[in-house]
């Protein structure tokens, strides 16, 4: 089945470490995307990418980086310099277009401890 | 960037209609307007989307102002299953990257 997959569902870090989240999709879409949710919030836009080996600062990107090497990838390291790096992340894909229905992941929970 | 305004909250009783309003008064010309809805520590879910003309699939409708300043999502028979968080969102075909999703509308279904 296509779809997009996130790994891991939850992980934990500690204070100082950097830690990557995993994002994958088969549905062969150029576009993918990473968001940030916190508790009662809305989603807000760390990076985008739009084709391979490019991508985007969104709203919120200090703190983090990605790489786009592979259509299907879109890792995202949380760095030790993102102080408050706690929070709900998601991941999601789209083909090109603003008409563009987005398939979202069922995110990663990140804690640090 | 346009920004949507939504009401934090809304309530329905289960088997009756439910219209979710959105605002997005400084909506560009080209902008499509989207609605994903989220369960609990899920991704959000794709709805429906619109440019001009009123939309419906089997999900819901999507009702969009003549002067595109407003939209409403319409479920026409919630059900349990329907309460969710609902976004409406914009996409620019000039960006379409840089889509902003606001805290959106809870909606509360009441058997």
């Known amino acids: 089945d296509g779809g997009i997959t996130q790994s891991p569902k939850y992980l934990f870090r500690k204070e100082g470490q950097n830690v990557t989240l995993s994002c994958e999709q088969n549905?062969?879409?150029?576009?993918m995307y990473w968001y940030r949710q916190d508790p009662g919030q809305g989603l807000r836009l760390i990076y985008y990418?739009?084709?391979?080996?490019?991508?985007q600062k969104g709203d919120i990107a200090e703190g983090y980086s990605v790489s786009r090497e592979k259509k299907e990838s879109f890792p995202l390291t949380v760095t030790s310099a993102q102080k408050n790096p706690t929070a709900f992340y998601l991941c999601?894909?789209?083909?090109?277009?603003?008409?563009?229905?987005?398939?979202f992941g069922q995110g990663t929970r990140l804690t640090v401890v | 960037d346009a920004k949507t305004t939504q009401p934090n909250s809304m309530e329905s009783n289960e088997e009756e209609p439910v219209h979710l309003p959105c605002n997005h008064s400084t909506i560009s010309g080209t902008d499509y307007i989207h609605w994903y809805r989220q369960l609990p520590s899920q991704g959000p879910e794709y709805v429906i989307h619109g440019l001009t003309s009123n939309v419906n699939n089997r999900m819901a409708s999507l009702a969009i102002a003549e002067d595109r300043k407003s939209s409403t999502l319409i479920l026409h028979r919630a059900t349990l299953r329907d309460a969710a968080v609902y976004y409406c969102i914009l996409r620019d075909p000039r960006n379409a990257g840089k889509s902003t999703f606001g805290d959106g509308t809870t909606l509360t279904v009441k058997p």
């Open positions: 549905l062969n879409h150029d576009a």
């Open positions: 999601a894909s789209t083909v090109q277009g603003a008409w563009a229905e987005a398939f």
């Open positions: 990418s739009q084709i391979v080996n490019d991508f």
